[in-house]
């Protein structure tokens, strides 16, 4: 079993609706969370970080921690076809810590 | 704020080259950075870890002698790919992380390099 999972998808959603993209673990001790938004070949570029449980909002992301379920979750509100990328969803012991990665979730926002 | 720029882009070379990738930290001190490797549709896999002025530190199964790593600065880290062979060939990607306020900061990538080795 990997330490992160996360569905490869792809996901494939009309404009406009929401998305909820998600990843589970199996490491109690992890206390950071990021979401990464990556496009083809280029460097993944940060959407979210936050610490512990919790909610954290920013525009039309929202991301969830459920450290008793060792769950957490990206939602992205009002989908635009630019959202159309890979989600990779990491998550780390302590901040300079090495990253365990999920697999990352190809979504695409079919206009 | 927090730009990570690295450079060459894309890079296609004869086997047996030696090529460098650098990686900056345009508008922040980086304490440490990172260097990842990414085959297609792939996540990243860690590849070493260094901190400035001080020796890398390398992933189980990367060869140092291969993949040497220079931290000389807080705003700049080096990968060079010596003798670089057909097999080397992937998208090699570098994060950062500085010393902001409050201690904790993320990693931020730059936009990799697509080394192909002919």
């Not at chain 1, 990843?23 to 496009?39: E, I, L």
């Not at chain 2, 690295?6 to 900056?24: D, L």
């Not at chain 2, 057909?86 to 730059?110: L, M, V």
Request: aromatic share 12%; charged share 15%; proline share 4%.
């Amino acid at each position: 079993q990997k330490e992160v999972e996360q569905d490869p998808g792809p996901l494939s959603v009309p404009e406009g609706a929401i998305v909820s993209l998600n990843c589970t673990y199996s490491n109690s001790a992890f206390q950071y969370f990021m979401w990464y938004r990556q496009y083809s070949r280029k460097g993944p570029e940060l959407l979210m970080y936050t610490y512990s449980s919790g909610n954290k909002e920013d525009g039309r992301f929202t991301a969830q921690v459920d450290k008793s379920s060792k769950y957490i979750s990206l939602f992205i509100r009002d989908s635009q076809p630019s959202d159309s990328a890979t989600y990779l969803c990491a998550m780390s012991v302590d901040s300079n810590y090495q990253l365990i990665w999920g697999a990352g979730t190809k979504l695409i926002i079919k206009p | 704020g927090a730009v990570v720029s690295q450079h060459p882009s894309w890079v296609i070379c004869k086997s047996g080259t030696s090529v460098k990738i650098e990686c900056r930290s345009l508008d922040f001190q980086a304490t440490t950075m990172f260097w990842y490797r990414q085959f297609p549709k792939q996540s990243l896999m860690l590849m070493a870890t260094s901190n400035e002025g001080s020796k890398a530190t390398y992933e189980q199964g990367v060869e140092k002698d291969k993949f040497l790593i220079n931290h000389a600065s807080l705003t700049l880290s080096t990968l060079t790919v010596t003798s670089a062979h057909p097999e080397d060939s992937s998208f090699y990607i570098c994060s950062a992380i500085g010393t902001g306020a409050g201690g904790n900061q993320p990693q931020h990538f730059g936009d990799g390099t697509r080394l192909s080795i002919l």
